[in-house]
């Protein structure tokens, strides 16, 4: 009785076999039918900044905390007046609360140091008058003349140039970006004997903005890169 099911199994199991060898032949065949090329696109802007975050800082150094507190109340107004008489509206301008180091107490301070009291203010200007605002660092030194000396080189307190309308430039530069990837998989495929498809998939890289070099910046780059794979055809 074994022996009538052992020619039918050996059917079932030869055709069993064969049929898997035509799957795998058709999908290795489907793969090596589908060609695609990948392809990056750039879109560059250079723009000008558009807000501008100016903190204007001076110290005040002394023994007696009574006489600084008058001294730091005297050269905020006429800080304050600077830039008002400037064209800085009051309401882009804030003053912080003024940051005191007791020298005595700071056991890494010079105890030589003549001064207890090192007392500094920040009045922050935040604008969009951007030119405005550039003018008005130029014309800092003058402050000089009614004894208030504005230091720089504080890393906490540099100035800042931002560029706040990167939403208005989206489109058009992801349009561009995604121009110049066609027209480079163009290329590739005519180099190649192919003609261009559709879109396999597309990534769309992160907007990065940047100073457009160490000296200017209230210049801004902007940037963004777009990566698109196309199928070929021929």
């Given at each position: 009785?074994?022996?009538?099911?052992?020619?039918?199994?050996?059917?079932?199991?030869?055709?069993?076999?064969?049929?898997?060898?035509?799957?795998?032949?058709?999908?290795?065949?489907?793969?090596?039918?589908?060609?695609?090329?990948?392809?990056?696109?750039?879109?560059?802007?250079?723009?000008?900044?558009?807000?501008?975050i100016?903190?204007?800082v001076?110290?005040e150094?002394?023994?007696?905390?009574?006489?600084?507190?008058?001294?730091?109340?005297?050269?905020?107004?006429?800080?304050?007046?600077?830039?008002?008489?400037?064209?800085?509206?009051?309401?882009?301008?804030?003053?912080?609360?003024?940051?005191i180091?007791?020298?005595?107490?700071?056991?890494?301070?010079?105890?030589?140091?003549?001064?207890?009291?090192?007392?500094?203010?920040?009045?922050?200007?935040?604008?969009?008058?951007?030119?405005?605002?550039?003018?008005?660092i130029?014309?800092?030194?003058?402050?000089?003349?009614k004894?208030?000396?504005?230091?720089?080189?504080?890393?906490?307190?540099?100035?800042?140039?931002?560029?706040t309308?990167?939403?208005?430039?989206?489109?058009?530069?992801?349009?561009?970006?995604?121009?110049?990837?066609?027209?480079?998989?163009?290329?590739?495929?005519?180099?190649?004997?192919?003609?261009l498809?559709?879109?396999?998939?597309?990534?769309?890289?992160?907007?990065?903005?940047?100073?457009?070099?160490?000296?200017?910046?209230?210049?801004?780059?902007?940037?963004?890169?777009?990566?698109?794979?196309?199928?070929?055809?021929?």
């Amino acid at each position: 009785m074994k022996n009538k099911w052992i020619v039918p199994a050996i059917i079932i199991a030869l055709g069993l076999f064969l049929l898997g060898q035509r799957i795998e032949s058709g999908i290795v065949k489907s793969k090596e039918a589908v060609r695609t090329v990948s392809v990056k696109g750039l879109s560059e802007r250079e723009v000008p900044a558009d807000r501008v975050i100016w903190p204007l800082v001076y110290k005040e150094l002394g023994n007696d905390l009574i006489s600084i507190y008058r001294a730091v109340n005297t050269k905020n107004e006429i800080v304050i007046d600077f830039l008002k008489s400037n064209g800085i509206p009051e309401n882009e301008i804030s003053v912080a609360p003024p940051s005191i180091v007791d020298m005595q107490a700071d056991r890494y301070s010079n105890l030589n140091n003549p001064y207890r009291y090192n007392v500094t203010s920040v009045i922050t200007v935040s604008s969009n008058q951007v030119d405005k605002v550039r003018e008005l660092i130029v014309k800092q030194a003058s402050l000089l003349e009614k004894g208030v000396a504005i230091v720089s080189g504080d890393y906490q307190y540099n100035t800042q140039f931002l560029f706040t309308k990167l939403n208005e430039l989206k489109p058009e530069m992801i349009a561009e970006a995604t121009q110049n990837a066609r027209v480079a998989a163009e290329k590739f495929a005519k180099d190649s004997d192919s003609k261009l498809g559709k879109i396999s998939s597309a990534y769309q890289g992160q907007f990065s903005i940047e100073d457009r070099d160490a000296n200017t910046p209230y210049l801004k780059h902007v940037r963004v890169v777009s990566s698109v794979v196309y199928y070929l055809k021929d």
